[in-house]
């Protein structure tokens, strides 16, 4: 099909998604452990930006800004344990 079409841009938002699901999964576990490092919630924003940038679907937009607002609170509470 073509390049740009539907069918690949959806592919190309869900494999974006499970990216950013991946690195969520990283985040939780850390979170568990009490070891959550800068550097994935840095990466999981990042992702969410980039996700948020290509995709023209207003629900994937709303999970979207609900994952970043999360991500932004745990990165806030871990600037405020690091004193």
């Known amino acids: ?3 740009g079409g539907p069918l690949e841009r959806r592919k190309r938002a869900v494999r974006r998604a499970d990216d950013i699901l991946d690195i ?3 985040v939780r576990i850390a979170l568990i452990d009490g070891e959550v490092s800068h550097g994935a919630l840095d990466r999981l924003s990042r992702a969410i930006r980039e996700q948020r940038e290509a995709t023209d679907d207003p629900r994937l937009e ?3 800004n609900e994952i970043e607002t999360r991500a932004a609170v745990e990165l806030a509470k871990l600037q405020v344990r690091a004193g």
């Open 1 to 3: 099909g073509p390049v």
């Open 24 to 26: 969520l999964g990283e």
């Open 62 to 64: 709303g999970v979207l």
